[in-house]
C-alpha cells in the first residue's frame, strides 16, 4: 500500500487560503479583504469580500479614503464579513467559525455575534489600535466570541488560471 502525501495543507491554511483567494475578487484600490465563514465540521458555508452592495457600479462609486462623506468609499463599501454573512441562505450560522483577513470592525463584530458564530480567526489587525477594532475585542470578549490570530506557515501556493 502507498503512503498517502504528507504535504497537503492543513485545515486553517485550505480556510485562511479561501478568505484570502475571497479578498483577491474587492475592487477597493487600498484594502482587499476576504472572508470564509466553516461549520465546526469544516464545511465551507459561505464567503465575502468588500465590495458595493448589489446594483450600486463599481465603477460609478467613490473608491477614495478621504473628503466628503458622500464622496468616499466608507458610507458605501459592504464589508467582507457582512458579506459572508448575508451571503449565506443555508439557514443557522450557529457555532461556526469566520477566517477573515482583516480584524473585523465594530458593525462587523456586532453581526457576528448576532449571527451565532463563536471563533473569528484573523491574520491581519492593521487597525488594532483604532476605537472601532477596540469595541470589536470588547464586545467580543463580553459575548464570549473566540478570535485568535492565524499563524502564517509560509507555504507559497501557485495557482495557474
Ligand atoms: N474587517 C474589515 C475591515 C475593513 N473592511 C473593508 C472596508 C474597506 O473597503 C476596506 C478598508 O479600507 P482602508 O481604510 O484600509 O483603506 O476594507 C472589511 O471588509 N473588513
Ligand atoms: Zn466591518
Redesign the pocket.
Given at each position: 500500500m502507498s503512503d498517502k502525501r504528507k504535504d497537503y495543507i492543513s485545515w486553517d491554511e485550505y480556510f485562511m487560503g479561501v478568505a484570502m483567494l475571497s479578498g483577491m475578487r474587492?475592487k477597493?484600490p487600498?484594502?482587499q479583504?476576504g472572508a470564509c465563514i466553516v461549520s465546526k465540521d469544516n464545511k465551507i458555508l459561505s464567503m465575502g469580500?468588500?465590495g458595493l452592495p448589489r446594483g450600486c457600479s463599481d465603477d460609478e462609486f467613490p473608491w477614495c479614503?478621504e473628503g466628503d462623506p458622500l464622496d468616499n468609499?466608507?458610507i458605501y463599501?459592504a464589508?467582507?464579513?457582512l458579506n459572508a454573512i448575508l451571503n449565506y441562505r443555508g439557514g443557522s450560522l450557529e457555532n461556526a467559525k469566520i477566517y477573515?483577513t482583516?480584524?473585523?470592525?465594530n458593525e462587523?463584530a456586532k453581526a457576528i455575534i448576532q449571527a451565532g458564530i463563536t471563533t473569528v480567526v484573523y491574520d491581519d489587525d492593521k487597525?488594532a489600535t483604532s476605537a472601532s477594532v477596540i469595541a470589536s475585542k470588547r464586545m467580543f470578549d463580553a459575548a464570549g466570541v473566540r478570535y485568535y490570530r492565524y499563524q502564517r506557515t509560509g507555504r507559497k501556493i501557485e495557482i495557474t488560471l
Open positions: 474587492s477597493d487600498n484594502t479583504v469580500y468588500n479614503r468609499k466608507y463599501t464589508h467582507s464579513e477573515v482583516l480584524f473585523p470592525c462587523c487597525y
